[in-house]
């Protein structure tokens, strides 16, 4: 607006203030969103998509640990080699930090629901 030369917060009468209206259609789309967190919140009943994408969670929260501590331990079975078996060291140990996964993301959804 260089060719407006009246100092600031002066406008010219019948002009809309596009700013304000901005602000204000951001105003109301933050309180549509937060009208429906509030009751996604208050339902408790969840639907069968939450708790398909809760199952898919688990099992990558598994499966991920699991292969990579397999990986790691044929890795190891090649280059160290002897009578431990490091493929199965690392099944067992991604076994067990991916059940750990799991334990921390539903307990942590469950969390919420309270």
């Known amino acids: 607006m260089a060719a407006d030369r009246r100092p600031p917060g002066r406008r010219q009468a019948g002009r ?66 002897g009578r431990a078996s490091w493929t199965l060291t690392g099944l067992l140990i991604g076994i067990g930090l991916g059940c750990l996964n799991a334990w921390f993301w539903v307990r942590r959804e469950s969390d919420r629901e309270e």
């Open 16 to 81: 809309t203030d596009r700013g304000a209206a901005e602000r204000e259609a951001f105003a109301r789309r933050i309180g549509r969103k937060e009208q429906r967190k509030i009751r996604g919140r208050q339902e408790r009943r969840r639907s069968p998509w939450f708790w398909a994408g809760m199952f898919g969670l688990v099992g990558w929260s598994v499966a991920v640990p699991t292969v990579l501590g397999t990986y790691l331990g044929v890795k190891l079975d090649e280059w160290v080699g």
